[in-house]
Structure formats: structure tokens, C-alpha cells
């Protein structure tokens, strides 16, 4: 599970604008936020995983819609923003995890974030049925969106 949920959490590196702050928080704030927002969505796509996908958890299905969305939420929530100069590497107390590649090819990290948001979306739109075949296919292909940004650009 552990590996499935840091390749999820790639979905919050690339979701929205790449844009910096004008004048907001400062790169040790924007590193902090970003690894919130990971930690956020991993905790409701584990709560997905466990009821929908293992079974380790009987399946309820208003808490994998609110999981769901959760997550949706947070894909579609401009976390690029969060990726502003000087996150590139660690600042104060904050660690990055992202690779200096993804900073040099802004071009495909929005289409990967696209890509994410489309699959968090549909994720969102799937659980609202309740239909767990449904939710273990869109939740694979949510993996999959998230997997694809790792790959290129988390160092672990």
C-alpha cells in the first residue's frame, strides 16, 4: 500500500497552475503545504483502497464518495502554485521530494496534472454510484495518472 500511495500522491504535485505566488507563502511554507496536501490525499486513498479495492474494510459507500471527492478536491485545487521558485530544493525544515527535472519541463507536468485531474474527477463522478467495479477501475487509472508523474519526477 505504501508504494501505491507515493505513486497517488503525485496527483497533488502537478493539479492546477505552475504559477508562484505574487505575494504569497514563502518557498518553506509552499513545500509544507504541498506535503500536506500528499499526506491528505493518501489518507482518503487509503481509505478507498481498503474498502473498494481489498476489502480489508467493509465497503461504505458514502465514505468512499466523500473520500473520493476529497480527493478530487485537492487535484482540482491549483497545487501547482505550490511549486514556486526555490522549492526545487530543501528549504528551513521542509524536504523535497521532487526531482529538479520537473522544473525545467513545465510543459508536461500540466499535461500530467490534466491528466489527474481528469482521472480525480472521474474518480468523484464513478463513487457517487456506488458501483465498487466501477470505483476499482477508476481508482486504477488514478494510480495510474499518479504513477506516470512519479516516474519522471519524485526522487522516491
Given amino acids: 500500500m505504501k508504494g501505491f500511495l507515493a505513486g497517488a500522491l503525485c496527483a497533488l504535485v502537478i493539479g492546477g497552475s505552475t504559477a508562484a505566488f505574487a505575494q504569497g507563502p514563502s518557498a518553506e511554507d509552499q513545500i509544507r503545504y504541498r506535503k500536506a ?3 491528505f490525499m493518501a489518507w482518503n486513498l487509503g481509505k478507498i483502497k481498503e474498502q473498494a479495492i ?3 474494510v467493509a465497503f461504505d459507500a458514502a465514505q468512499v464518495q466523500a473520500a ?6 485537492v487535484a482540482n485545487s491549483g497545487m501547482g502554485a505550490l511549486f514556486g521558485p526555490g522549492t526545487d530544493k530543501n528549504v528551513g ?3 523535497t521530494n521532487v ?4 522544473f525545467q519541463n513545465f510543459p508536461d507536468v500540466a499535461v500530467l ?15 457517487a454510484t456506488g458501483d465498487q467495479a466501477q470505483i476499482r477501475t477508476a481508482f486504477g487509472e ?7 508523474c512519479h516516474d519522471k519526477y519524485r526522487k522516491r
Fill in 54 to 56: 481489498d476489502g480489508s
Fill in 93 to 95: 525544515s521542509q524536504v
Fill in 142 to 148: 488514478l494510480g495510474q495518472t499518479c504513477k506516470a
Fill in 113 to 127: 496534472g490534466n491528466n489527474l485531474s481528469t482521472a480525480a474527477t472521474r474518480l468523484a463522478e464513478v463513487a
Fill in 99 to 102: 526531482k529538479p527535472e520537473l
Fill in 68 to 73: 473520493a471527492n476529497a480527493i478530487a478536491g
Fill in 37 to 39: 496536501g500528499y499526506s
